[in-house]
């Protein structure tokens, strides 16, 4: 059973940093591929980054030159370096894997979240 636990998330002002990270365990037998997605009040989940098992990297416009995805397949984690942080970053970030080690349409495995709060 995949299990992912994230973590790293707070509130920060708006131009601050913060670093999630996600735990992941349980079996595999491939690198697989791996993502963060958030929802804000109101809204629809959305894709923010993602990292497929041969490390290429997808951002959403919203995010990109501001966070950095990455992953340490030695220790089963993923890590979202969030820079300069607008209030409209706010929202509810889940950690997200595939089956597959390309990215796919929808995840096989979400974590239970960790909450960003942007403060103006």
């Known amino acids: 059973q995949v299990q992912l636990v994230e973590s790293g998330g707070g509130l920060v002002q708006a131009g601050g940093s913060l670093r999630l990270s996600c735990a992941a365990s349980?079996?595999?037998?491939?690198?697989?591929?791996m993502g963060w997605y958030r929802q804000a009040p109101g809204k629809e989940r959305e894709l923010v980054a993602t990292?497929?098992?041969?490390?290429?990297?997808y951002y959403a416009d919203s995010v990109k030159g501001r966070f950095t995805i990455s992953r340490d397949n030695t220790k089963n984690m993923l890590a979202l370096q969030m820079n300069n942080l607008k209030p409209e970053d706010t929202a509810m970030y889940y950690c997200?894997?595939?089956?597959?080690?390309?990215?796919?349409?929808?995840?096989?495995?979400w974590g239970q979240g960790t909450q960003v709060t942007v403060s103006s």
């Open positions: 990292i497929s098992g041969g490390g290429s990297t």
């Open positions: 997200a894997k595939w089956r597959s080690v390309v990215v796919r349409t929808t995840p096989d495995y």
């Open positions: 349980g079996s595999t037998f491939v690198i697989n591929a």
